[in-house]
């Protein structure tokens, strides 16, 4: 069955140290992948996606299909980048763009 | 542009009682998404319509949900009879098409069934 995982349900870090996000996924064909992010009282929105290969806020993300897995990471993280951050698997063969979420990391930036 | 809409914002009701959302996606997209987020989980695809049919609703509890998005714009989705593990936030996404294009989340509707 189709799965993201997300190992950490919190991760606190200091402003300006490394941030490493990990997401796994389970899935034999080819994925497509997405990072969500909800700050405080704001709505879930996207983030990145793996197939655009840009860096949005500073975040990168590289889809390792032989470890199959599409962490997300900064080099120095800032307190605005405080929120919920979910990984999402849509499958290929499905046209309707249906995703599979991950349970979500809660980054906390403190300063 | 105006973003997904959804009403109400909170809910209380009993269990065994019935309850209904409402979503407004934006304007010209043709893909409409309900997910069900529970609290300390990541949200979880209810139901999908592509214009006014559905695309998949394999998730969706039948016995207790239904949903219908008339005339392919608004939608809404009830639950009847509600039970206790029926709590969490109900988000409504829309998308210019499918597979491929980015969904936009509505600010979801928070239900507490007593």
């Known amino acids: 069955a189709q799965r993201v995982t997300q190992p950490e349900k919190l991760l606190s870090v200091f402003k300006g140290a490394p941030v490493e996000l990990k997401c796994n996924y389970s899935y034999s064909g080819s994925p497509e992948l997405f990072w969500y992010v909800q700050y405080s009282r704001q709505r879930l929105q996207l983030l990145l996606r793996h197939i655009s290969r840009e860096s949005i806020k500073g975040f990168t993300a590289d889809l390792n299909k032989g470890e199959t897995s599409f962490h997300l990471k900064k080099p120095f993280a800032q307190e605005e980048d405080s929120a919920m951050y979910y990984c999402?698997?849509?499958?290929?063969?499905?046209?309707?763009?249906?995703?599979?979420f991950g349970q979500g990391t809660e980054l906390s930036v403190k300063p | 542009e105006a973003g997904v809409a959804q009403s109400p914002r909170y809910k209380i009701i009993e269990k065994r009682q019935s309850v209904a959302f409402w979503c407004n996606p934006i304007s010209g997209h043709a893909t409409l998404y309900w997910y069900q987020q529970i609290l300390g989980q990541g949200p979880k695809l209810l139901i999908q319509?592509?214009?006014?049919?559905?695309?998949?609703d394999s998730q969706l509890p039948k016995d207790r949900f239904s949903a219908e998005r008339l005339k392919g714009v608004d939608s809404t989705l009830k639950i009847q009879p509600a039970k206790l593990e029926d709590s969490a936030v109900y988000l409504c996404?829309?998308?210019?098409?499918?597979?491929?294009?980015?969904?936009?989340f509505g600010p979801g509707t928070r239900l507490t069934v007593t």
């Open positions: 319509f592509q214009n006014n049919g559905v695309v998949d």
């Open positions: 996404a829309s998308s210019f098409a499918g597979q491929g294009y980015e969904q936009y």
């Open positions: 999402a698997l849509s499958l290929f063969y499905n046209q309707g763009g249906k995703l599979i």
